[in-house]
């Protein structure tokens, strides 16, 4: 079994996802920690309704020195011997440093079919543009900021009238079915990207 550490910031809904998935049969991975860079993040509360072990390691304090911040993790991590994580709503960009030790083994999902629109505001900058497509995409991670292999994507219509938000929700329900369905593959060692239609 991987022993599998998720990281949050916010609500946590990635994670319910994978941690719901963990729970039914045949899964290779199985969660061993959910960490929040704040104490009051939503998805702490729902990490521990599950019965998995949480932490909080709160970035302020360090003021900007993310070396210090991500040693933090690190000692946090260390009882819960993680093999592996997924960034889930993780709003923390973590330094070479941090992502080389974890090379292969952590993953993240974003809100875009990268490579466009790394970084935030995806949607607004999907509108924007344009585009007749959008969604999200489960990719490993690499020092350069979303950017590392594909390993899933799921597509979304842009429908007239759309708003970041419509479109937002739209794509989260992607990110419910790419994430886990990425997640199962990866535990059990299977890169081969997977391509979802909504
Ligand atoms: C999601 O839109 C995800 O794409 C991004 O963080 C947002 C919040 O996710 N990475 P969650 O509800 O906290 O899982």
Avoid at 101 to 107: E, S, Y
Avoid at 116 to 133: C, M, N, P, Q, V
Wanted: net charge neutral.
């Amino acid at each position: 079994m991987k022993r599998v550490a998720i990281f949050l910031s916010g609500g946590g809904s990635n994670m319910v996802a994978l941690l719901d998935d963990m729970a039914r049969s045949g899964h290779a991975g199985m969660p061993c920690v959910v960490l929040a860079n704040s104490a009051d993040a939503g998805g702490l509360e729902r990490a521990r309704e599950r019965g998995v072990p949480t932490v909080a390691v709160d970035h302020r304090p360090f003021k900007g020195d993310r070396t210090a911040f991500e040693a933090a993790i690190s000692a946090a991590l260390e009882p819960y011997a993680p093999d592996m994580i997924c960034l889930a709503g993780f709003m923390r960009v973590l330094t070479g440093g941090f992502i080389e030790q974890w090379t292969g083994r952590m993953i993240n999902i974003h809100p875009s079919l990268l490579p466009k629109y790394k970084g935030l505001h995806t949607h607004a900058r999907a509108l924007e543009a344009g585009d007749s497509k959008h969604g999200c995409s489960v990719h490993e991670v690499t020092a350069a900021l979303d950017d590392g292999p594909i390993l899933g994507q799921a597509e979304v219509p842009v429908l007239a009238g759309d708003t970041p938000e419509t479109l937002a929700a739209r794509v989260l329900v992607q990110e419910h079915r790419l994430y886990p369905t990425v997640l199962r593959r990866f535990a059990a060692g299977d890169r081969t990207p997977v391509m979802l239609q909504s």
